[in-house]
């Protein structure tokens, strides 16, 4: 037994060494806690409410007001807050958005990898039908299609982007079925479901983790996409997107209107981009990419 | 050869019969059915859309609908504009020109451009050109196109004023290819910075592994100097996943181009899905979804001939 | 013998090859190719032969964990290579498999008291509580610690995680014990232990195992029986004495000479079989063994030898062996 009293924490504390070695990755998770909390706390820091107008002081400068550190905009509404509730949209589509795609992905790479055959040809044909289309088209018509509320923006991101998760999760199901330990509990009689569900399931974590990551990452771009072409989140609801697309009308005057958003998707998207590559140099290191 | 071009022929067919089952059945999501133009149009009345109903066929049973519309597909009759009674794949054919032209010189400076700094940096690994080009590649995948092409309009075209700020042709000057290659410079740039990062990665990843092959060290034990190594060794062997890749990225290359073609106003296939998107032209929409889809499954069967070309293994599965 | 525990007769696993373009059929890989196994309760059968001859595949048929294509699976009386999952279900409790690679076999997500449970949730036998204190048990019969439940199956030297594997397939107190060369992974001076740790089971809980292997010398220690595969058929069944002094196929004639010292003190001109083991996508007619066998005659490549007793409880599968 002696032998056998590692460290117990050995596979995490090997995965956290090879994570902290990544400076980018850090310096993404850093990002993200650093937007999770001012989302999170948007009406506490915020120092105005978003959506007060005051059409006497519009447009103003950056860093002139103390009122208004980041300026206003052409209605003359404090630009900071509206960027930290904009956070506060943009990341809860995000997260609900990969919720979605991951949910479906690994529901739909489980079913087919481990189920096999017709189920197998049936789904795999569905995922290869769904990439034929570019996502961008794909989730205009449906953005234009239904309502847009918070919800329906985030169900329809995650429901055009779930087939590369799906692709993963089956290639690491069709490696793991042919494992001894699933064939050891088919022999208890365990049923499919709970196969799939407590043996295979937790073995695809690291992959599906990694996916989850840069799909929250994709997701707040195409919010931001379908927000700036008009089908996304509606004033008077601040989005990045749509502080975009407002800004665009006084762009060659005042560019830090547009400057400030595009600049607030860029370092959301670098962030979970940069923790998401970490992460998979870190659990997974055969799916390594860079230095 | 041919049994594998026939093989991978058939197994297309699958693939556009599924696509034209979601295309058709979003036409039918869409709220107000099809005719959605009319119906939510209140001066018009409830007879008359009765009639161009009956007119469009839409009384029919759904299956008989999805028959008729799918051997128009296939016979070349997509279907007729609200706006205008043109057919669909005219509109849609006469926006081609732009797109291909667009979404080709982005295309051929990025794979230019990616292959040559993926190879560099596979041949000199870990060097600080290869650490700058991993991570300056990291950081543009990380880029919003339409803010990468909003920051080059400001810069280039408000500050700088060397270039236009959008569209094709200054006024006037329709036809003249200067003019034309002026206006093409930024939305190639702003197209071409994702591809050009994703086949930087993808090159550098395989060239990676090709040369660290067995042949490649019987190339260089044999005494081949290092760019004949390069050029009749490892590229052929590295070309096959990014050909592959060339395939796969090109439902992502529509989606580019639509961002891109909106910002800069560049009359091509995007701007027709937005401006029909805005317009309720659901014929213009559906018949875009088709298009895109039958071009991105051809995209796919040629390269998966090219790399069968290349590789004789692939030929026989 | 009275009822057997086990009675195999004529199983076929046979698994079609497939044309890549139309999925048609144009071959079959014949694995298990018309094989009968007796085992007695409380005994212990090996199932020797070379690596491809059929051995684990037989063995996870007779499991259902590869569906059997044709022949028919008796345990206990009762009829059960066709049984649909449900009815298989009170099968699954008496009979139980301990596999090769202890590495493979555990579950790397979940802690040795989760994959010990594992067992008792899906029969759905006791409470949590309950539940622990039969891990701990298993564990304590197995000569581990029970405190081994909280850890993780990478935290175990591959002799201790073939302790997780047995006492895994004894949860559920089986009647058969099915072991796939479970010690062949293991480093020698682990196999003994193992080896011993199984006997011991054996005698204080009457279980009867298969015992798969390709390693004469676990053979000669384990086995009361012992039944030698070739390329997906039993070529000869006897008594492990009868069998290491007097076997009377051709092919366990030099599998025995290959061993280099089956039994101390006995020495045996080495035969060596000629020309490789064939494909069992395309085995050669009649009997298996004939392209390789020293002495085949013509009817050997006409007819497949049906097995003969040569003594009571030895049977052997050739044309030139007279009972």
Known sequence: ?291 | MIGFVARRLLQAIPLLIGVSLIGFGLMHLAPGGPLAVYTLNPTIQAQDIERIRIIFGLDQPIHVQYVKWATGIVSGNWGYTFFGGRPVLDVILERLPATMLLMGSALSVAILLGLSIGILGAVRRYSVFDVLATTGALFALSFPTFWFGLMAIYVFAIQLRWLPSGGMWELGEEGNILSLLRHLVLPTMVLALVITATWSRYSRSAFLEVMHQDYMRTARAKGLPPRQRLLRHAFPNAAKPLIALLGVELPFLFSGALVTETIFGWPGMGRLFVDALNMKEYPVLMGMMMFTAIFVIIGNLLADIAIAAIDPRVRLQ | MAEPLLQVRGLEVHFPIRSAMLRRRIGTVRAVDGVDLEVARGETLALVGESGCGKTTTGKSILRLIEPTGGSIRFAGEEIARHPPARLAPFRRRMQIVFQDPYASLNPRMTVGGILAAPFEIHRIGDAKDRAERVAALLRTVGLPPEAARRYPHEFSGGQRQRIGIARALALEPELVIGDEPVSALDVSIQAQIINLMKRLQAELGLAYIMISHNLAVVSHVADRVAVMYLGRVVETAPREALFFDARHPYTQALLSAVPEPVPGRRRARQVPQGDVPSPANPPPGCHFHPRCPLAIARCAQEAPAPRIVAPGHAVACHLVSP
């Open chain 1, 1 to 291: 037994m002696s032998a056998a009293v590692s460290a117990p924490e050995g596979q995490l504390a090997r995965v956290w060494q090879r994570f902290r070695r990544h400076r980018l990755a850090l310096a993404g998770a850093f990002v993200v806690a650093l937007l999770m909390a001012s989302a999170l706390f948007a009406s506490v820091f915020a120092p105005q409410d978003p959506t007060l107008l005051d059409t006497s002081l519009r447009f103003v400068p950056p860093f002139t007001d103390w009122r208004y550190p980041l300026g206003t905009d052409e209605l003359g509404r404090d630009t900071l807050s509206r960027l930290l509730h904009g956070g506060q949209v943009s990341l809860t589509v995000g997260l609900v958005a990969m919720v979605t795609t991951v949910l479906t992905g690994a529901l739909i790479g489980i079913a087919a990898g481990y189920l096999g055959g017709i189920a197998d040809t049936l789904l795999m044909r569905f995922v290869d039908t769904m990439l034929c289309f570019p996502q961008v088209f794909l989730l205009l018509v449906v953005a234009a299609f239904v309502p847009p509320t918070l919800l329906s923006i985030s169900l329809v991101i995650g429901l055009t982007s779930w087939m590369e998760v799906s692709r993963i999760v089956r290639a690491e199901i069709l490696h793991l079925k042919e494992q001894d330990f699933v064939a050891a509990a088919r022999a208890l009689g365990a049923s499919r479901t709970r196969i799939m569900v407590r043996e295979l399931l937790p073995n695809a974590a690291a992959p599906i983790l990694v996916a989850a990551t840069l799909k929250v990452a994709s997701a707040v771009l195409m919010e931001s996409y379908i927000s700036y072409l008009g089908y996304g989140v509606q004033p008077p609801l601040a989005s990045w997107g749509n502080m975009l697309t407002n800004a665009q009308g006084y762009f060659d005057t005042v560019p830090w209107l547009a400057i400030l958003p595009g600049a607030a998707i860029t370092l959301t998207v670098m962030g979970f981009n940069f923790l998401g590559d970490g992460l998979r140099d870190a659990l997974d290191p055969r799916l390594r990419m860079d230095p």
